[in-house]
């Protein structure tokens, strides 16, 4: 049973950084999208940012949220089937429960892990 666990969240102060890490353990043969979402109270889940597996068709590729462009960096770990998420200059607004998300031929989605930006 494939499972998606995240670490590295926390508290921290406005214009501080974050790196978030998420593991995949089971099996795997492929994945096609690696991703970050995040929700905040009272908000929808939204999507941060993702990166592309080798079952994509062009993998190692990434996409970003507007609001974390130019702060926000996604990444593949040394290990198969990890992900890191950089967080750079957080704000207030970043604060949310932030989900690793995996698509194989299947979705699997983490528990979260909490971040909160505050001074």
């Known amino acids: 049973q494939v499972q998606l666990a995240e670490s590295g969240g926390g508290l921290v102060q406005p214009g501080g950084s974050l790196r978030l890490a998420c593991a995949a353990s089971g099996t795997v043969i492929v994945n096609n999208v690696m991703a970050w979402y995040r929700q905040a109270p009272g908000k929808e889940r939204e999507l941060v940012a993702r990166l592309t597996g080798d079952g994509d068709s062009n993998p190692g590729s990434t996409d970003y949220a507007d609001f974390v462009k130019g702060r926000f960096t996604i990444s593949k770990g040394d290990a198969r089937n990890t992900v890191y998420l950089q967080m750079n200059n957080l704000k207030p607004d970043d604060t949310a429960v932030y989900y690793c998300?995996?698509?194989?031929?299947?979705?699997?989605w983490g528990q979260g892990t909490q971040v909160t930006v505050s001074s």
């Open positions: 998300y995996m698509r194989t031929w299947r979705e699997y």
